[in-house]
């Protein structure tokens, strides 16, 4: 096998809670994360000598720094490995909380995992993958998981019924460490929709679409929302356009709505491209 290619799918965090400030400096995290269609593609290729990383979709930093070189170069080193050519694919919006570069970084991991036979368990590549991030360990393993520490300590869930995604995301990015400051600055801050996350679990437990939606909710929201007054903006504009429910994806500043069907989905996006917003019709895995 010299060569292989891998979807590297996005996520968004169904339900998201902040639990505390650690002594790390990190935040401790009760959430659930849900993978969504839409996806990278990661091809990964036998190279003797030294890594090489290329990409097309969008204008990225292909060094040392980016995920899914320092993905690789984690395997290379462990086990003395010759090198890897890698061509990253993007289709995911950048610094989204869609846990695009997560993403690409498992997909990297699970790529060469094959490419050269190491034989690592799931488990083990989710140990390694947990220093690049603690998004990784989860986009090895998909589907639906209830994360807890910083994210990487995971439970499997039943995935909800199909739900019909459009995802906005603002012109701008935000800092996920200001997003964090923020919050410590006033860790009770009310939030309008706090995610009920039993009410979830119960849901995603029964299969039951309209209990899970009156569950969603990020308790981050209130705080970039703060930060970045446009994100409420686009929520009422989801809304208005006729999505059931919208939650902001992660530490933001891209938003998902909940459709009723696949039909209406596509009628949003349309109608917010329409307005020149970045809108993506997806869905859950």
């Given amino acids: 096998m010299d060569v292989l290619q891998i979807p590297a799918y996005g996520k968004i965090n169904l339900t998201l809670r902040v639990l505390g400030r650690r002594p790390d400096g990190f935040h401790n995290l009760s959430t659930i994360f849900q993978s969504i269609a839409l996806q990278d593609t990661i091809t990964v290729r036998r190279r003797s000598g030294s890594i090489h ?3 097309c979709g969008v204008p990225l930093n292909i060094g040392p720094e980016n995920l899914v070189y320092r993905a690789a170069a ?3 080193q462990k086990f003395d490995l010759p090198g890897a050519w890698i061509k990253l694919e993007k ?3 950048l610094a989204a909380g ?3 570069g997560s993403s690409d970084a498992a997909a990297t991991l699970l790529g060469i995992n094959y490419l050269y036979g190491l034989g690592l368990t799931p488990a083990q590549l989710a140990r390694a993958g947990a220093a690049l991030g603690s998004d990784v360990p989860f986009c090895l393993l998909g589907g ?3 994360g807890r520490g910083r994210g990487e300590e995971l439970a499997l869930l039943p995935s909800p019924p199909r739900l019909w995604l459009v995802l906005v ?5 935000v800092s996920t460490a200001a997003v964090y400051r923020e919050w410590d600055a006033d860790p009770g801050r009310q939030v309008a929709e706090p995610p009920d996350e039993a009410g979830a679990l119960a849901a995603l437990q ?5 209990q899970l939606l009156a569950s969603l909710g990020n308790d981050l929201e209130a705080v970039t929302g703060r930060l970045y007054p446009e994100i409420k903006a686009l929520k009422e504009r989801l809304l208005a356009a006729g999505a059931e429910k919208a939650v902001m994806c992660g530490s933001g500043p891209a938003l998902f709505g909940v459709a009723p069907d696949q ?3 596509a009628r949003i996006v349309s109608h917010l491209q329409e307005s020149g917003l970045t809108a993506i019709m997806t869905w859950t895995l």
Avoid at 169 to 173: E, T
């Fill in 263 to 265: 039909k209406t989905a």
């Fill in 98 to 100: 869609l846990a695009g």
């Fill in 91 to 93: 289709r995911i919006p």
């Fill in 144 to 146: 639906t998981a209830l």
């Fill in 53 to 55: 990383l290329e990409s």
């Fill in 74 to 76: 984690l395997l290379q």
């Fill in 169 to 173: 995301k603002p012109s701008f990015g």
């Fill in 206 to 210: 029964a299969g039951e679409r309209r």
